[in-house]
């Protein structure tokens, strides 16, 4: 139905969270306020609906080179199935990635301050929070598309990349420190939902971890 449709879910999306903006302000200035989320929401149903027409674009024309590098690697490797990798990026303009990926950002401070109580978490993302249309995308293509599903899978995995990044966060801090980086005294420790998505090099870490004296 018309609630289903992109465009609405962006607008209703960008109103729930300028309320949670504004709510606690919200009645010093009533006129202001309700601009600012009406204009938020017409701006995230525009983006909902842009992005993946300028996605589009760019796809139609990678296409063409695309064709051509096949065509190319077809003549030098006859007889064999060529498969090209593009980046992700690509997937960003599915409307199913950036709406649950907005959903995602107030979800994943909760789940941080929710397992941060369990002490299983000790990172509160900031900065981090842009790359989340990326994890989505993992959530959203297995599940053509479903966003309840895609929701409860992306829940799933941030709460492990979090989970990962807190247990990073000294190494991370270390290697700072060897690079050159300076932190203010008394800064804690540094680490980002990016180091926490690579699954495969942190289990590989902790296998390696007691030969080298690594925490």
């Not at 990926?101 to 000790?122: D, E, Q």
Request: glycine share 10%.
């Amino acid at each position: 139905g018309v609630w289903g449709e992109p465009v609405v879910i962006g607008l209703l999306l960008g109103v729930i969270l300028a309320l949670l903006a504004r709510a606690p302000l919200f009645f010093e200035d009533v006129g202001a306020n309700v601009a600012f989320i009406l204009l938020l929401g017409m701006q995230m149903a525009a983006v909902i609906v842009l992005l993946p027409r300028m996605v589009e674009v760019l796809k139609e024309g990678l296409l063409p080179l695309v064709q051509e590098i096949r065509a190319f690697l077809a003549r030098k490797f006859p007889g064999r199935k060529i498969y090209l990798g593009l980046d992700a990026s690509l997937a960003l303009g599915h409307p199913a990635v950036l709406i649950l990926g907005l959903l995602m950002v107030p979800l994943t401070l909760l789940l941080a301050l929710g397992l941060g109580a369990l002490g299983v978490n000790r990172m509160l993302p900031f900065a981090d929070l842009a790359l989340l249309p990326f994890f989505m995308i993992w959530c959203v293509a297995p599940h053509r598309g479903n966003l309840f599903r895609a929701l409860l899978i992306g829940v799933v995995i941030m709460g492990l990349i979090l989970f990962i990044s807190t247990d990073l966060a000294p190494l991370f801090k270390e290697t700072g420190e060897m690079a050159g980086l300076s932190f203010p005294e008394g800064y804690g420790e540094v680490s980002s939902l990016n180091a926490g998505s690579h699954v495969v090099p942190w289990l590989l870490l902790k296998v390696i971890s007691p030969f080298y004296g690594f925490d």
